[in-house]
């Protein structure tokens, strides 16, 4: 029985949300980290969530979220770089650039691997008074290949949207699972051990030297330079659609699994940070759940907030994963204090953020 | 950077004997971490590299 399609087609063609883009927080607009970290360079997630900044070995920036954007393009917040500190001659494994890690069970549906393996366009805004060409890759993980394009940055200080499209790869199924089978790179500054080859325009084995050979810029040699990009969609097909603005929360949603972060203020002296019980008078057990599943057991850091156990100074504390391998819903913490027996057993406890802006506690599952 | 790495024994239920769950990793930048003993965290897995370079050792106390 044929179906026919009733109602406005122009209502019908209005593109919803799918979750075609692969690229998570694409719009920069959720930064649980930081907004502004300045004297960055040391690779680490400095800013907007899932964006992390790799190598950073050439120069130093401030990395911040930025408000300018495209106008009339729906986007509120950019990634921006802000060379602080040049460096106009890289040595030879010196590096500079942003990616993102995506997790191989969110991929199998390229069919990567397959003779039926499909393409991938990449789409997204950028900004910068660096004129000349940078480099994109896209990194297979699980069987070390790589396959590259160039964009051209031509009119300086202006917003600019670039579409990529890369062929898709008929060689290597991606791991159906929860590590990091695909990461984007976006290549901002490199020595020679990163230029030395040739622009891998199809996928193949991948090598040092070709992932930025393409690249004709230094985004490091000269504290003038500033780098935004924001819109970031990567999805199947040789098409770009339109960005696929997600709800605020839904956003959030999607950072929550790779980053989980409890933030103090200045005038909140009560902050609780979690809820536990005194296992005995020399350890305390908090224990946390987390909506969504984290993507692993994660890594834990904290300031300001770990010595208020009934007044109690605390310096020694753990961690241990209630759950099976990428169920990672619950979490313990153990705490112990700096001397002496302090605690009732079986006593209510918890973990009170300072009344510091700096105070946090963050749990981090990032790939 | 990492800067230290100590293994890390806890008790987890009453009378249990302490169990190795876990790393507390020193940066220095001066970032403590407290990092699972599960190779999928990322901070793990950067554990096992640094511990690969000669002179950087992981420290035991015991349980």
Same mark, same amino acid.
């Given at each position: 029985?044929?179906?026919?399609?009733?109602?406005?087609?122009?209502?019908?063609?209005?593109?919803?949300?799918?979750?075609?883009?692969?690229?998570?927080?694409?719009?920069?607009?959720?930064?649980?980290?930081?907004?502004?970290?300045?004297?960055?360079?040391?690779?680490?997630?400095?800013?907007?969530?899932?964006?992390?900044?790799?190598?950073?070995?050439?120069?130093?920036?401030?990395?911040?979220?930025?408000?300018?954007?495209?106008?009339?393009?729906?986007?509120?917040?950019?990634?921006?770089y802000?060379?602080?500190?040049?460096?106009?001659?890289?040595?030879?494994?010196?590096?500079?650039?942003?990616?993102?890690?995506?997790?191989?069970?969110?991929?199998?549906?390229?069919?990567?691997?397959?003779?039926?393996?499909?393409?991938?366009?990449?789409?997204?805004?950028v900004k910068t008074n660096k004129t000349g060409?940078y480099?994109?890759?896209?990194?297979?993980?699980?069987?070390?290949?790589?396959?590259?394009?160039?964009?051209?940055v031509?009119?300086a200080d202006t917003?600019?949207?670039?579409?990529?499209?890369?062929?898709?790869?008929?060689?290597?199924?991606?791991?159906?699972?929860?590590? @990091?089978? #695909?990461?984007?790179?976006?290549?901002l500054?490199? /020595? +020679?051990?990163? %230029? *030395?080859?040739?622009?891998?325009?199809?996928?193949?084995?991948?090598?040092?030297?070709?992932?930025?050979?393409?690249?004709?810029v230094?985004l490091?040699?000269?504290?003038?330079n500033e780098w935004y990009i924001?819109?970031?969609?990567?999805?199947?097909?040789?098409?770009?659609?339109?960005?696929?603005?997600?709800?605020?929360?839904?956003?959030?949603?999607?950072?929550?699994?790779?980053?989980?972060?409890?933030?103090?203020?200045?005038?909140?002296?009560?902050?609780?940070?979690?809820?536990?019980?005194?296992?005995?008078?020399?350890?305390?057990?908090?224990?946390?759940?987390?909506?969504?599943?984290?993507?692993?057991?994660?890594?834990?850091?904290?300031?300001?907030?770990?010595?208020?156990?009934?007044?109690?100074?605390?310096?020694?504390?753990?961690?241990?994963?209630?759950?099976?391998?990428?169920?990672? @819903?619950? #979490?313990?913490?153990?705490?112990?204090?700096?001397? /002496? +027996?302090?605690? %009732? *057993?079986?006593?209510?406890?918890?973990?009170?953020?300072?009344?510091?802006?700096?105070?946090?506690?963050?749990?981090?599952?990032?790939? | 950077?990492?800067?230290?790495?100590?293994?890390?024994?806890?008790?987890?239920?009453?009378?249990?004997?302490?169990?190795?769950?876990?790393?507390?990793?020193?940066?220095?930048?001066?970032?403590?971490?407290?990092?699972?003993?599960?190779?999928?965290?990322?901070?793990?897995?950067?554990?096992?590299?640094?511990?690969?370079?000669?002179?950087?050792?992981?420290?035991?106390?015991?349980?």
């Open positions: 029985m044929a179906i026919t399609r009733i109602g406005d087609p122009a209502i019908a063609d209005v593109r919803g949300v799918n979750f075609r883009n692969i690229i998570i927080n694409g719009n920069m607009s959720i930064a649980q980290r930081a907004t502004s970290t300045s004297s960055a360079n040391t690779q680490a997630y400095h800013c907007t969530d899932r964006w992390f900044n790799v190598g950073m070995s050439i120069g130093t920036w401030t990395i911040s979220q930025s408000t300018e954007v495209p106008t009339g393009q729906g986007f509120a917040k950019s990634l921006k802000d060379c602080t500190t040049a460096e106009a001659s890289p040595s030879a494994g010196d590096q500079l650039h942003l990616s993102q890690r995506i997790e191989g069970q969110n991929l199998q549906y390229l069919l990567k691997g397959t003779s039926s393996a499909k393409s991938l366009t990449l789409s997204f805004w060409t480099q994109v890759n896209l990194r297979d993980k699980d069987n070390t290949r790589i396959i590259g394009k160039t964009y051209a031509s009119s917003w600019e949207k670039k579409i990529l499209t890369f062929d898709g790869d008929t060689t290597g199924t991606f791991d159906n699972d929860a590590a @990091n089978s #695909l990461e984007c790179e976006w290549f500054g490199a /020595g +020679s051990t990163y %230029t *030395s080859g040739a622009v891998p325009t199809s996928w193949e084995a991948e090598s040092s030297g070709d992932r930025a050979a393409g690249l004709t230094n490091g040699d000269s504290t003038s924001t819109g970031v969609q990567l999805e199947a097909g040789s098409q770009a659609s339109d960005f696929e603005f997600l709800p605020h929360d839904v956003n959030l949603q999607r950072c929550y699994r790779y980053c989980y972060r409890i933030n103090g203020n200045t005038t909140d002296e009560q902050q609780i940070g979690g809820y536990g019980f005194c296992t005995s008078s020399t350890n305390v057990n908090v224990s946390y759940t987390f909506h969504p599943p984290l993507r692993s057991v994660p890594s834990v850091s904290e300031s300001n907030c770990k010595e208020t156990f009934q007044g109690v100074n605390v310096s020694q504390y753990a961690i241990f994963d209630n759950d099976q391998p990428n169920l990672c @819903n619950t #979490l313990g913490l153990s705490f112990q204090p700096d001397s /002496g +027996s302090p605690f %009732t *057993s079986s006593d209510i406890a918890a973990i009170r953020l300072h009344n510091s802006a700096s105070a946090f506690i963050m749990f981090d599952a990032e790939l | 950077m990492i800067d230290r790495v100590e293994k890390i024994y806890v008790t987890i239920g009453k009378n249990s004997t302490p169990k190795f769950t876990c790393f507390k990793v020193n940066y220095e930048n001066g970032l403590i971490k407290i990092v699972p003993n599960n190779i999928e965290n990322t901070d793990y897995q950067a554990i096992q590299e640094w511990a690969k370079i000669e002179g950087n050792n992981i420290i035991d106390p015991g349980a």
